[in-house]
């Protein structure tokens, strides 16, 4: 039951849909602190609120956690020129041969060939 509420929870704080959908809560919940401002320091102000702070909490960790697995992960892996996923793109080994002509490192791997050294420039 754990395992699985954990599970639940990790799937959603990996989707970068989760950090959509919780960016357009916040613009609807914005909306009402906006045409609604505190007049007095009396009034209620929806930016001071638990509420509205454990919203911004909660995407703030859903974006550190998203980018700890697609970009920290992925640049591991290209580093290392190790790709574990699908294929970004095939090309033909000519084009290989026109970016060692320019400079750029090539290395063989499992899954095809790391090109390295800079961007690619058309």
């Not at 849909?17 to 009402?32: E, K, P, Q, T, W």
């Not at 859903?62 to 574990?84: E, H, L, M, P, W």
Request: net charge positive; proline share 3%.
């Amino acid at each position: 039951m754990l395992k699985k509420a954990f599970n639940l929870i990790d799937s959603l704080f990996k989707s970068s849909n989760f950090a959509i959908i919780f960016m357009i809560l916040i613009g609807i919940v914005s909306i009402y602190g906006t045409i609604f401002p505190p007049k007095t320091p009396f009034d209620f102000n929806l930016y001071k609120t638990p509420f509205f702070i454990s919203l911004l909490f909660i995407l703030v960790i859903n974006i550190g956690y998203c980018s700890y697995f697609r970009i920290i992960k992925v640049y591991g892996a290209i580093r290392k020129g190790k790709f574990t996923g699908k294929k970004f793109c095939s090309v033909k080994i000519n084009i290989l041969e026109s970016f060692q002509k320019k400079g750029f490192k090539i290395r063989k791997i499992d899954d095809g060939y790391v090109v390295s050294k800079g961007f690619v420039r058309t």
